[in-house]
């Protein structure tokens, strides 16, 4: 008798095992033909019920998930797919992932966060040209608003100047300034930014061109 259901033990084990990877790929197949047809919640249900199975070892389930929460316009649930993303994989298509989460941070007026992104995003891809063009787009835009003040005269330099000796930086400009130099920034690049920061909001204009938008690289995806 007990050599009858330890027998039947080991032959449920597989069967459940078997029964698993069916419902794995048959989630897998639903949540490709869901995003094709641009039902992204139906896609993101799908993936997410994937990378929640303690035996998923395919990564690119995260990136996948990513592209879905992004589509759909749902960017905190996006960040997090692309966080796990980054934080577990490797090679170009983490770029991918950064490039997604600097639009991302733009979309949230935080373009420290969104710069730092897009530039990760070309060191490990150079040849990345959305990253590239975001990112270059975001130093014009503070270069550019900069550039379009009215120049100060000489006299007014010299006061300026006399000023910025004087006034002692507070801390969170000091925190954002440091921040601004592991961009590859010059000194003066950095205080530019910060200027501009002072001045006005953060731009705008890389969310309103990108959100919304297909999701970069989810054609490149490992369905």
């Given at each position: 008798m007990k050599w009858i259901i330890g027998l039947l033990l080991?032959?449920?084990?597989?069967?459940?095992?078997?029964d698993q990877i069916g419902q794995n790929n048959v989630a897998r197949k639903q949540a490709e033909q869901a995003y094709r047809a641009r039902n992204f919640a139906k896609a993101a249900a799908q993936l997410d019920f994937l990378t929640k199975k303690t035996q998923q070892t395919d990564k690119a389930l995260w990136l996948n998930l990513g592209h879905a929460y992004f589509a759909q316009g749902n960017y905190k649930q996006a960040r997090k797919a692309y966080d796990s993303y980054v934080a577990s994989e490797s090679g170009a298509p983490v770029a991918v992932a950064l490039t997604q989460l600097g639009v991302i941070a733009?979309?949230?007026?935080?373009?420290?966060?969104?710069?730092?992104?897009?530039?990760?995003?070309?060191?490990?891809?150079?040849?990345n040209e959305p990253a590239r063009y975001n990112f270059e787009l975001l130093k014009k835009q503070f270069s550019g608003r900069i550039n379009q003040k009215k120049r100060p005269t000489q006299k007014q330099k010299q006061s300026t100047q006399a000023q910025e000796q004087e006034v002692t930086k507070s801390p969170r400009q000091e925190q954002i300034l440091r921040r601004l130099r592991t961009l590859n920034m010059s000194e003066e690049q950095a205080n530019q930014l910060l200027n501009a920061m002072r001045d006005d909001d953060l731009p705008l204009e890389l969310a309103r061109r990108r959100v919304g938008a297909q999701p970069t690289g989810a054609s490149g995806n490992r369905w």
């Amino acid at each position: 008798m007990k050599w009858i259901i330890g027998l039947l033990l080991v032959v449920i084990a597989p069967l459940n095992k078997y029964d698993q990877i069916g419902q794995n790929n048959v989630a897998r197949k639903q949540a490709e033909q869901a995003y094709r047809a641009r039902n992204f919640a139906k896609a993101a249900a799908q993936l997410d019920f994937l990378t929640k199975k303690t035996q998923q070892t395919d990564k690119a389930l995260w990136l996948n998930l990513g592209h879905a929460y992004f589509a759909q316009g749902n960017y905190k649930q996006a960040r997090k797919a692309y966080d796990s993303y980054v934080a577990s994989e490797s090679g170009a298509p983490v770029a991918v992932a950064l490039t997604q989460l600097g639009v991302i941070a733009c979309a949230g007026r935080d373009t420290l966060q969104a710069l730092d992104a897009f530039r990760r995003a070309l060191l490990i891809e150079p040849d990345n040209e959305p990253a590239r063009y975001n990112f270059e787009l975001l130093k014009k835009q503070f270069s550019g608003r900069i550039n379009q003040k009215k120049r100060p005269t000489q006299k007014q330099k010299q006061s300026t100047q006399a000023q910025e000796q004087e006034v002692t930086k507070s801390p969170r400009q000091e925190q954002i300034l440091r921040r601004l130099r592991t961009l590859n920034m010059s000194e003066e690049q950095a205080n530019q930014l910060l200027n501009a920061m002072r001045d006005d909001d953060l731009p705008l204009e890389l969310a309103r061109r990108r959100v919304g938008a297909q999701p970069t690289g989810a054609s490149g995806n490992r369905w």
